[in-house]
Nanobody, 124 residues
Framework: QVQLVESGGGVVQAGGSLRLSCAAS????????MGWFRQAPGKEREFVAA????????GYADSVKGRFTISRDNNKTTLSLQMNKLKPEDTAAYYC?????????????????WGQGTQVTVSS
């Protein structure tokens, strides 16, 4: 198992930047593919970005492509999401998740472990 704790959320003006972090417990972090998802009020949770264990494969939702960057440090067992040029529509609770199958996926059901989330609010 792996436990995930997100941090770095907050309130930022449109056009600003935030960096989210996800600290993972356990020594098996490098065996998991990791992903970021988000959920806005009244909406379903949606895929944001994902990376396989050695970041050989990374991918992004079209809505964040070119603005967000996913990265991971397997030595520090940390997953990050650099968010630039934020828009009000990026406002959501952001969750990191681990996929023990270690394959790239944008589907929620492929992720076995989830963090509690961190809130990002972008003001216009």
């Amino acid at each position: 198992q792996v436990q995930l704790v997100e941090s770095g959320g907050g309130v930022v003006q449109a056009g600003g930047s935030l960096r989210l972090s996800c600290a993972a417990s356990g020594r098996t972090f490098s065996r998991y593919a990791m992903g970021w998802f988000r959920q806005a009020p009244g909406k379903e949770r949606e895929f944001v970005a994902a990376a396989t264990s050695l970041s050989v494969t990374t991918g992004y939702a079209d809505s964040v492509k070119g603005r967000f960057t996913i990265s991971r440090d397997n030595n520090k067992t940390t997953l990050s999401l650099q968010m630039n040029k934020l828009k009000p529509e990026d406002t959501a609770a952001y969750y990191c998740a681990a996929n023990s199958g270690n394959y790239y996926s944008s589907r929620e059901r492929d992720y076995d472990f989830w963090g509690q989330g961190t809130q990002v609010t972008v003001s216009s």
